[in-house]
């Protein structure tokens, strides 16, 4: 509702785990105090070029939607460069490529797996400390796995768990990020669910 916005001195917003739909609302970018939003597993559509965030925002969650488009180069031009900011995008809809203007940060982290991304700016994948340092340590593999690949996170986090080539079975993935192979059985919407509650908790609790 756009009452949230006379909340002038909201800091952190939690509506994750609804039903909301529609677009995500223009008067986020005037919320001047907000510094984390939560929006994982409702049903928010349309492009992230119509809203912008504020510069007090470092944890932003819109991860399980419906967001289709691409990420635009003005995202997050409102948040100070020197921030840590974490962003999570995972399984969407989002097209295209990770927009070069992003390298303006650098403590980053970016999760966009299960998306319909098709590239990404070499120099982005130069960002030591993107993605608590996964992106210094395996490059662009530290962002999302290459097409055709896959990996459990959509991208290597460790050792353990590079991008691993898909076999020919199972056809070539056309899209970056995939965490499992195109006819293998994707994880129901029900489980992403309780995997993203767990992930949420986590970071609340060590925010505390």
Avoid at 71 to 79: A, G
Wanted: glycine share 8%; with cysteine; net charge negative.
């Amino acid at each position: 509702p756009s009452d949230i916005q006379k909340l002038t001195t909201l800091q952190d917003l939690m509506i994750s785990y609804n039903d909301f739909t529609g677009a995500l609302p223009k008067y986020l970018e005037d919320m001047t105090n907000l510094r984390s939003l939560l929006m994982t597993s409702n049903y928010f559509s349309g492009h992230l070029g119509n809203v912008n965030m504020p510069g007090s925002m470092r944890f932003l969650d819109i991860s399980d939607n419906d967001l289709t488009g691409s990420i635009p180069e003005s995202f997050m031009t409102l948040v100070p460069f020197s921030a840590a900011v974490e962003v999570d995008f995972s399984d969407n809809l989002l097209t295209g490529h990770i927009p070069s203007d992003l390298v303006r940060f650098d403590h980053l982290n970016l999760y966009l797996a299960n998306n319909k991304i098709t590239g990404i700016d070499k120099e982005l994948c130069r960002k030591q400390y993107w993605n608590d340092g996964d992106v210094g340590k395996y490059g662009c593999d530290g962002l999302l796995c290459p097409v055709g690949t896959h990996s459990v996170n959509g991208r290597q986090k460790e050792d353990g768990s590079p991008c691993e080539r898909c076999g020919l079975q199972t056809g070539n993935l056309p899209y970056m990020g995939m965490d499992v192979c195109e006819n293998s059985s994707a994880p129901t919407r029900s489980i992403t669910l309780i995997v993203s509650i767990v992930a949420t908790l986590s970071t609340l609790l060590l925010s505390l």
